[in-house]
């Protein structure tokens, strides 16, 4: 019932978002369509999070499944639906990010519970806390980057009448997709540090899939992140390389969570 509640109050906010980019341009008021479905969306965002808290945190111990993980990675899109709420320029940003969250949502609690386990240590509380913010923050750039190549091939072909009068400028998307992903790199990179300090082998033969994609992902960020500051790279080729970068987390996690949890029956966040 709570998973109905949290996805009717993303679609009510991504309702009330798609109206403001008509509407709220014609008025002063503080009361507007947009601040509207920010409360809302900020509404069902920590419903979300109650949602959360309630499926993962299990009496036996931590229920991180893959339908619980895409949730909470769902969530973060959802929080960062809520900031970009918030900005005119940014807000039909927020309507992709809205809808995904909803969808994400309705996983809360679903799959099997077999891989429940025992209540991790602290170190390794911080390690999986830390792997699942950065993973949720750099899904977050992805959804830019498909967004940005979207109005740059619109742009591209001359097709900025209608609805394209909405959207942001393109150096302003550009500018939020380096933005979260300066902060997805730095939640990454605390996250491959931990994993070396507090997991005995990451090398180990059920990891070592995992940490030489993610290791091969951080490196690719990083060699964007300093070209960006240092050389002004931009545009869609580093755009590519930003979603390159993503496909190998992606398979780092997904990939090697499902054969370990599937096949061989093991866990780890």
Do not use: C
């Amino acid at each position: 019932m709570l998973n109905l509640t949290v996805l009717l109050g993303y679609a009510v906010a991504t309702l009330a978002l798609f109206v403001s980019l008509r509407f709220d341009r014609e008025t002063s008021s503080p009361l507007t369509p947009g601040s509207l479905g920010a409360l809302l969306g900020l509404g069902a965002a920590v419903l979300h999070a109650r949602a959360l808290y309630t499926a993962v945190l299990r009496p036996e111990g931590w229920l991180l499944n893959v339908p619980n993980v895409l949730s909470l990675f769902a969530w973060q899109l959802g929080l960062l639906a809520v900031i970009a709420a918030a900005n005119r320029e940014l807000r039909i940003i927020s309507l992709p990010l809205f809808i995904i969250a909803a969808a994400g949502a309705l996983l809360t609690g679903r799959g099997t519970e077999a891989f429940t386990r025992a209540e991790p240590a602290l170190e390794l509380k911080i390690h999986a806390l830390l792997s699942l913010l950065a993973f949720g923050l750099l899904a977050a750039v992805a959804v830019i980057a498909v967004f940005l190549l979207f109005q740059d091939r619109r742009l591209r072909h001359g097709r900025v009448s209608g609805w394209m009068g909405t959207l942001p400028p393109l150096f302003v998307t550009e500018r939020l997709l380096f933005s979260v992903l300066a902060g997805g790199w730095v939640l990454l990179t605390l996250s491959l540090g931990s994993g070396f300090m507090f997991i005995d082998n990451m090398f180990d033969q059920h990891l070592v899939h995992k940490t030489i994609l993610s290791l091969l992902g951080w490196v690719i960020l990083s060699i964007l992140l300093l070209g960006h500051r240092l050389r002004g790279w931009r545009g869609r080729r580093t755009v590519h390389w930003v979603l390159g970068s993503f496909a190998l987390l992606l398979v780092a996690y997904f990939g090697s969570k499902t054969i370990l949890e599937d096949v061989l029956g093991r866990t780890w966040g």
